[in-house]
């Protein structure tokens, strides 16, 4: 099945810093990956929709200016989460499909970020 | 707007027993319905998918999944739990309307005991 790889999969840094967390698809292109959020036992929250080539498209309530998505190539999507502060503290997830709604999307391993 | 329910935020069973693991769905038009495991500090991994066909889908890991159309509903099924299927598992519908995104259920987790 087609793989999705996302790196780092465990972080943590100081306050105010930033963090970057990458996603990729290895054997297929995808014009549009997704970021998803999940906090302890709880179900995942997308955060927003990574568009190849043009500006993301961000949940309500979440903050483009803190959590910055840039999705430059067909293969690739980064979030980085800036000015990081505990409460940012989570589990975060990639996801990405091959281009086609009769597919499933294929998720990446998950970064743990912790902020302290 | 579309969306999913699991109604059960744990299911137990004993190992060796039938599992079964609810979801309903609320969507318009034709759904496209997911099933996905998660274990502790890991990405999702996919179980199985109904888009049209056969009522009964079946996938990985043994599992199978009945859609069923007039009571909205795509359980998950398993004839004989094992230990190792225990995980959190979520269902999902694709949102066809916007930007084809996943939307999850709250997730159920699964405990088999020995």
């Known amino acids: 099945g087609a793989v999705v790889s996302q790196h780092p999969s465990r972080v943590i840094c100081k306050s105010g810093t930033s963090v970057k967390i990458e996603c990729r698809s290895l054997d297929f292109q995808a014009t549009t990956m997704f970021w998803y959020r999940q906090f302890p036992k709880q179900s995942l929250m997308l955060m927003a929709t990574s568009n190849e080539g043009s500006k993301a498209t961000y949940e309500q309530g979440v903050e483009k200016d803190k959590f910055l998505i840039n999705h430059a190539s067909l293969t690739l999507s980064t979030l980085t989460v800036t000015s990081a502060h505990p409460e940012d503290s989570s589990f975060y997830i990639c996801?990405?499909?091959?281009?086609?709604?009769?597919?499933?999307?294929?998720f990446g391993q998950g970064t743990r970020l912790t902020v302290v | 707007a579309q969306s999913v329910a699991q109604p059960e935020d744990q299911v137990n069973v004993a190992e060796g027993n039938p599992l079964t693991v609810k979801c309903t769905y609320s969507?318009?038009?034709?759904?496209?319905l997911f099933w996905y495991v998660q274990y502790p500090n890991r990405g999702l991994q996919f179980l199985l998918k109904?888009?049209?066909?056969?009522?009964l889908v079946k996938g990985s890991y043994g599992f199978e999944a009945e859609f069923n159309k007039s009571q909205t509903s795509f359980h998950l099924k398993k004839p004989s739990a094992l230990v190792s299927d225990s995980a959190l598992y979520f269902c999902a519908v694709r949102d066809l309307y916007n930007t084809d995104k996943l939307i999850f259920g709250t997730g159920t987790r699964l405990q088999v005991f020995p």
């Open positions: 969507v318009s038009g034709n759904p496209y």
């Open positions: 109904y888009i049209t066909g056969d009522n």
């Open positions: 996801s990405a499909s091959p281009v086609s709604s009769n597919t499933e999307a294929f």
